[in-house]
């Protein structure tokens, strides 16, 4: 059963790079035409699409983040990563990882969530 | 502001039918059938309920049911119980600057 497991700080203080790991395990990272992708959701807001990267490295970036954010992969890790720069208060949210098909496509499995905080 | 435009809330008693809509363009929902439901209760992660526009996940009760005409997709949930209330997000594949879009959400209540 695939599962998937969100990693990192859960505060980051406001200017500096959030940096969030998801690990992978009960499949592969490579399988063909599953893609892995990063959400978030602020306190009491709706779902965000952040990015989606697939094993080969080719990246997909929400256009209003873009300038910000990198999504990278590991495929000796089964893991994926985000790294979002200069945030701010409103980058305060849980973050989700999640595979989906090819065509946005049924994001599932999610992981549990992770809350980063933007605070000093 | 969100690329797919849902209601902010809808409600109905219980046993009742509801509705949800999600309008998007060509370029996404009117162009292709990769629309997606998801239902999220608080705390949780969401969970898939329709897929490609009208299918349902096994595991998924046969009262969810969704459609699309022209750029709109639609949610429906036959029945209505308590444990439908939750917030209702909808998806697509679009072929812009990008790869997919959501919408803002539904809060359906069950009064």
């Known amino acids: 059963q695939l599962q998937l497991q969100e990693s990192g700080p859960g505060m980051v203080k406001p200017s500096e790079t959030l940096s969030l790991s998801c690990t992978v395990s009960?499949?592969?990272?490579?399988?063909?035409?599953?893609?892995w992708g990063w959400l978030r959701q602020p306190p009491g807001k709706g779902l965000e699409w952040i990015g989606t990267?697939?094993?080969?490295?080719?990246?997909y970036y929400n256009p209003s983040l873009k300038s910000r954010v990198t999504i990278s992969v590991d495929t000796s890790k089964n893991q994926f990563s985000l790294k979002l720069t200069s945030v701010t208060a409103s980058d305060t949210a849980v973050y989700y990882c999640?595979?989906?098909?090819?065509?946005?496509?049924?994001?599932?499995?999610w992981g549990q969530g992770i809350l980063v905080t933007v605070s000093s | 502001q969100s690329a797919l435009t849902q209601p902010a809330s809808v409600s109905g008693s219980p046993g009742q039918s509801i509705t949800i809509s999600c309008t998007g363009t060509?370029?996404?929902?009117?162009?292709?059938?990769?629309v997606t439901w998801y239902q999220q209760h608080p705390g949780k992660a969401p969970k898939v309920i329709i897929s490609?526009?009208?299918n349902r996940p096994s595991g998924v009760s046969n009262r969810f049911s969704g459609s699309k005409s022209g750029n709109t997709a639609s949610l429906t949930i036959s029945g209505l119980q308590a444990e439908d209330e939750a917030d209702y997000y909808c998806?697509?594949?679009?072929?812009?600057?990008?790869?997919?879009?959501f919408g803002g959400g539904t809060k359906l209540t069950v009064l």
């Open positions: 009960g499949g592969s990272i490579s399988t063909i035409g599953d893609y």
């Open positions: 999640a595979r989906h098909k090819g065509y946005f496509q049924k994001f599932d499995p």
């Open positions: 060509s370029s996404d929902i009117g162009g292709y059938n990769y």
């Open positions: 490609d526009v009208s």
């Open positions: 998806t697509s594949y679009t072929s812009t600057n990008t790869l997919g879009v």
């Open positions: 990267i697939y094993y080969s490295g080719t990246t």
